[in-house]
Nanobody, 127 residues
């Protein structure tokens, strides 16, 4: 069993920054792919960023250059630094633990690989 607890969401104006954190506990493999997903109003859940084996990094085209995913194995945390936020980034953000070890699957952005989800944290960006 894996437990994921997100924090750090909130409301910001366009151009602002937020940092999301995910506390990871339970039976985990540090080499497993982990990621951040989001689900906006009326939209499907989608992958935003992922990290595999603390070595491989993946980003959705819509956030490249603005978001940075990181992992601190000593503190058992997964983070997402979000800069230059846009109203289109408004969504519930979820921490995810994927059933894939070493790197991340080619279609890492698909929720089908996720075995555990956090409860989510809301991010709202106003124009």
């Amino acid at each position: 069993q894996v437990q994921l607890v997100e924090s750090g969401g909130g409301s910001v104006q366009a151009g602002g920054s937020l940092r999301l954190s995910c506390a990871v506990s339970g039976y985990t493999n540090r080499r497993n792919c982990m990621g951040w997903f989001r689900q906006g109003p009326g939209k499907e859940r989608e992958g935003v960023a992922a990290i595999g084996g603390s070595t491989y990094y993946y980003y959705a085209d819509s956030v490249k250059g603005r978001f940075t995913i990181s992992q601190d194995n000593a503190k058992n945390t997964l983070s997402l630094q979000m800069n230059s936020l846009e109203p289109e980034d408004t969504a519930m953000y979820y921490c995810a633990y994927l059933v894939y070890t070493g790197s991340c699957p080619r279609d890492w952005w698909s929720p089908r690989w996720v075995s555990y989800w956090g409860q989510g944290t809301q991010v709202t960006v106003s124009s």
